[in-house]
């Protein structure tokens, strides 16, 4: 069964509506993402499940029971602030021993909860160092300490990493990777870094202005984006306007090419996606569209190249082959690189298309 | 370069020390040893000791300097919080500051126009009747009036200090399952503290030599060492008294001030 439920669950503040109609399920010992842009509204809705505002509509459900007004104080729900938000007048034990104080537990249960959880985050032997005496990212690895030992259902992790530099940032990715594994609690992390949702979660789930654009497994979101803006908020990728000829065919720039969609109407006017690492560089004779190279960028692991192809398309290539601006390229790909995506089709009718020929084919 | 720049910039501040600070306290120092004569000697000192008058007026000081401490405090924090709270706080904190740019002998006046035989509470008593009251030259309205006029002062540091906390620390304890009330006691009052004290100081230290105010609105029926340092340095001109009296608060406001100090602690939990 599912923890945690949003069951068309509407946000206002003023007329300023922030989240319009929000639905989904959470299921227990997962690694959910809520990725999307900033002012998507991602902190809100961690703020309606930690309990520090009430939705105007909708429901929320918390092992089965309504929770829309229930305080913040007696949710099961712990949550890691964005800024830490560390009690600056006690130390480390003290901040992390806050939870368990506060239910009256037994002092030796506390030294042994706390000793645990700090050995968790691999803070062990700093438990009696004062706030300022850590750096940023231990200062982070207390604030999950501080969530984690009162062993909540669900823990909240609002942009937890993003003031970490990268090499920390990558460090901690794992780690809390790993500590979701070990501890089975689910964990719900907000990012607005799409490479960090991609790393670390079960699910992710795409919020755009109030609305979940779509959820699903990071590869299932890569590989099958549904609309124009995941594909481009998730990952590089070239988009490009085509036509469906039939099931299995799509026409870009006027030339009909193999691909593994169907379900559309022929003549439709579509959108597709290529990913610029399945793209690759070849003579223009060998090349299924042609191209015209514009700029070349070394980025250490590979090239990245800009052309644009005869019907004026900017088209972005991943390569580790260098090659000369000004020079004329073929562009080639596999059937299965391509990506085709309706327009407004919601995820609902994207799974039931899906399904329909995946049967045939199969 | 920057060593002699900066002693320039610096040398106004330290020529305003050394005239309005540190030379009225080495002149009063220096005063209080001084008798009717001008002879250099430690009597003042000795009768200050000794005479029950001049203790009596010690501990009326600190006490009366106690009650309007408490009170305003137990005002000011309620109405510190409040205002903090408030969409349009900075208007809010604008009402209260603006009091202190009114003259505190107008302010006192004001008083006596209100607590006076034919003030506005009165008038009202009679109205309702329940006949006229003294209420000036008590103890109470002494009390009163001298807490109107400390209350900013209590009320800022209270203020800049609660609005200083971060609104996720409030998140922060409500999540890991505190109360309201648990919230106010493990956060709020712990990092509001340091404001505390500092209002404090702001108020019982100037309450300690009222002087003004103990003639006008407590008709002289409380005597404290304000006061006490004024008769003698208007009055009977026994200057050496006067300062000893001075020298004697200078060190009880040092009391007060290492009482409340307790940043250097941090005040923080074991
Ligand atoms: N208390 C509030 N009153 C009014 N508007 C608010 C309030 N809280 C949030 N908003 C608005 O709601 C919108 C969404 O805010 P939210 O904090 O959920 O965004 P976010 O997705 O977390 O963005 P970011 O990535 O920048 O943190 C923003 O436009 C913000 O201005
Ligand atoms: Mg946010």
Redesign the interface.
Same mark, same amino acid.
């Given at each position: 069964m599912a923890i945690l439920k949003f069951e068309g669950v509407k946000k206002q503040f003023g007329d300023n509506v922030i989240l319009k109609d929000i639905n989904f399920e959470i299921e227990e010992g997962k690694f959910y993402t809520i990725l999307g842009p900033s002012g998507s509204g991602k902190t809100t809705i961690l703020r309606l499940i930690a309990g520090f505002d009430y939705p105007n509509g909708g429901s929320i459900y918390f092992a089965g029971k309504q929770i829309n007004q229930l305080p913040a104080n007696q949710r099961q729900v712990n949550t890691v602030f964005q800024d830490y938000a560390l009690f600056p007048n006690l130390n480390v034990f003290e901040n992390i021993a806050f939870g368990l104080r506060l239910k009256r537990m037994k002092k030796k249960e506390i030294q042994l909860r706390v000793q645990e959880a700090l050995a968790l985050v691999h803070l062990a032997g700093y438990a009696h160092r004062e706030l300022d005496e850590l750096s940023g990212g231990q200062k982070q690895r207390v604030a999950i300490a501080r969530a984690i030992v009162n062993r909540p259902k669900v823990l909240l992790l609002d942009e937890a990493l993003s003031a970490l530099d990268h090499k920390l940032r990558k460090e901690m990715q794992s780690e809390l990777r790993q500590l979701q594994r070990q501890l089975g609690i689910t964990f719900i992390f907000v990012t607005h870094d799409q490479e960090e949702a991609l790393a670390m979660s079960d699910q992710i789930m795409i919020i755009n202005e109030g609305l979940i654009e779509q959820s699903g497994s990071p590869v299932d979101i890569y590989d099958e984006p549904l609309n124009h803006f995941v594909a481009d908020f998730i990952g590089e990728s070239n988009i490009i306007p085509a036509t469906m000829v039939r099931d299995f065919a799509v026409a870009i720039n006027g030339k009909e090419f193999i691909c593994v969609d169907a379900g559309i109407t022929p003549g439709e006017q579509v959108e597709v996606v290529l990913r610029p690492e399945d793209l690759d560089i070849t003579t223009v004779e060998k090349g299924k569209l042609t191209a015209t190279v514009d700029s070349q960028l070394f980025r250490g692991v590979d090239y990245q190249i800009m052309v644009h192809d005869t019907d004026g398309h900017e088209w972005k290539i991943n390569s580790i082959h260098k090659t000369t601006v000004g020079k004329q390229i073929g562009i080639t790909f596999d059937p299965e690189d391509i990506h085709v995506m309706r327009k407004n089709e919601t995820q609902a009718e994207f799974d039931a298309r899906l399904e329909s020929y995946q049967g045939v084919e199969a | 370069m920057s060593e002699k720049k900066h002693l320039f910039f610096a040398l106004p501040y330290y020529l305003w020390l050394a005239l309005f600070v540190i030379a009225p306290l080495v002149l009063i120092f220096y005063q209080s040893f001084l008798n009717l004569h001008g002879q250099f000697t430690v009597q003042n000192y000795l009768d200050f000791a000794q005479s029950s008058v001049y203790l009596k007026m010690t501990f009326n000081s600190v006490w009366y300097a106690f009650l309007i401490t408490g009170l305003t405090l137990i005002i000011a924090y309620p109405v510190a919080y409040i205002i903090a709270q408030f969409k349009s706080r900075d208007f809010w904190l604008a009402l209260v500051i603006l009091p202190t740019w009114i003259n505190l002998l107008l302010k006192t006046y004001a008083f006596i126009g209100i607590l006076g035989e034919k003030g506005s509470i009165n008038t009202f008593l009679r109205f309702i009747g329940l006949g006229s009251h003294q209420l000036l030259f008590t103890d109470a309205s002494f009390i009163l009036v001298a807490a109107y006029i400390e209350l900013p002062f209590m009320i800022l540091p209270i203020y800049n200090a609660i609005v200083a906390i971060?609104p996720?620390?409030i998140? *922060?304890?409500?999540?890991? /399952? *505190?109360?309201r009330f648990?919230t106010f006691r493990?956060?709020i009052w712990?990092?509001t503290k340091n404001g505390v004290a500092a209002g404090i100081q702001a108020v019982f230290i100037p309450s300690l030599s009222l002087f003004m105010i103990t003639r006008l609105i407590g008709g002289n029926r409380v005597i404290t060492l304000g006061t006490a340092i004024e008769e003698h340095f208007l009055t009977t001109q026994n200057w050496g008294m006067g300062s000893t009296i001075g020298v004697v608060l200078v060190v009880a406001m040092l009391i007060v001030m290492l009482l409340t100090d307790d940043s250097k602690k /941090? /005040?923080? *939990?074991k």
């Amino acid at each position: 069964m599912a923890i945690l439920k949003f069951e068309g669950v509407k946000k206002q503040f003023g007329d300023n509506v922030i989240l319009k109609d929000i639905n989904f399920e959470i299921e227990e010992g997962k690694f959910y993402t809520i990725l999307g842009p900033s002012g998507s509204g991602k902190t809100t809705i961690l703020r309606l499940i930690a309990g520090f505002d009430y939705p105007n509509g909708g429901s929320i459900y918390f092992a089965g029971k309504q929770i829309n007004q229930l305080p913040a104080n007696q949710r099961q729900v712990n949550t890691v602030f964005q800024d830490y938000a560390l009690f600056p007048n006690l130390n480390v034990f003290e901040n992390i021993a806050f939870g368990l104080r506060l239910k009256r537990m037994k002092k030796k249960e506390i030294q042994l909860r706390v000793q645990e959880a700090l050995a968790l985050v691999h803070l062990a032997g700093y438990a009696h160092r004062e706030l300022d005496e850590l750096s940023g990212g231990q200062k982070q690895r207390v604030a999950i300490a501080r969530a984690i030992v009162n062993r909540p259902k669900v823990l909240l992790l609002d942009e937890a990493l993003s003031a970490l530099d990268h090499k920390l940032r990558k460090e901690m990715q794992s780690e809390l990777r790993q500590l979701q594994r070990q501890l089975g609690i689910t964990f719900i992390f907000v990012t607005h870094d799409q490479e960090e949702a991609l790393a670390m979660s079960d699910q992710i789930m795409i919020i755009n202005e109030g609305l979940i654009e779509q959820s699903g497994s990071p590869v299932d979101i890569y590989d099958e984006p549904l609309n124009h803006f995941v594909a481009d908020f998730i990952g590089e990728s070239n988009i490009i306007p085509a036509t469906m000829v039939r099931d299995f065919a799509v026409a870009i720039n006027g030339k009909e090419f193999i691909c593994v969609d169907a379900g559309i109407t022929p003549g439709e006017q579509v959108e597709v996606v290529l990913r610029p690492e399945d793209l690759d560089i070849t003579t223009v004779e060998k090349g299924k569209l042609t191209a015209t190279v514009d700029s070349q960028l070394f980025r250490g692991v590979d090239y990245q190249i800009m052309v644009h192809d005869t019907d004026g398309h900017e088209w972005k290539i991943n390569s580790i082959h260098k090659t000369t601006v000004g020079k004329q390229i073929g562009i080639t790909f596999d059937p299965e690189d391509i990506h085709v995506m309706r327009k407004n089709e919601t995820q609902a009718e994207f799974d039931a298309r899906l399904e329909s020929y995946q049967g045939v084919e199969a | 370069m920057s060593e002699k720049k900066h002693l320039f910039f610096a040398l106004p501040y330290y020529l305003w020390l050394a005239l309005f600070v540190i030379a009225p306290l080495v002149l009063i120092f220096y005063q209080s040893f001084l008798n009717l004569h001008g002879q250099f000697t430690v009597q003042n000192y000795l009768d200050f000791a000794q005479s029950s008058v001049y203790l009596k007026m010690t501990f009326n000081s600190v006490w009366y300097a106690f009650l309007i401490t408490g009170l305003t405090l137990i005002i000011a924090y309620p109405v510190a919080y409040i205002i903090a709270q408030f969409k349009s706080r900075d208007f809010w904190l604008a009402l209260v500051i603006l009091p202190t740019w009114i003259n505190l002998l107008l302010k006192t006046y004001a008083f006596i126009g209100i607590l006076g035989e034919k003030g506005s509470i009165n008038t009202f008593l009679r109205f309702i009747g329940l006949g006229s009251h003294q209420l000036l030259f008590t103890d109470a309205s002494f009390i009163l009036v001298a807490a109107y006029i400390e209350l900013p002062f209590m009320i800022l540091p209270i203020y800049n200090a609660i609005v200083a906390i971060k609104p996720s620390l409030i998140n *922060a304890s409500l999540d890991l /399952g *505190a109360s309201r009330f648990q919230t106010f006691r493990r956060v709020i009052w712990p990092l509001t503290k340091n404001g505390v004290a500092a209002g404090i100081q702001a108020v019982f230290i100037p309450s300690l030599s009222l002087f003004m105010i103990t003639r006008l609105i407590g008709g002289n029926r409380v005597i404290t060492l304000g006061t006490a340092i004024e008769e003698h340095f208007l009055t009977t001109q026994n200057w050496g008294m006067g300062s000893t009296i001075g020298v004697v608060l200078v060190v009880a406001m040092l009391i007060v001030m290492l009482l409340t100090d307790d940043s250097k602690k /941090g /005040g923080r *939990a074991k």
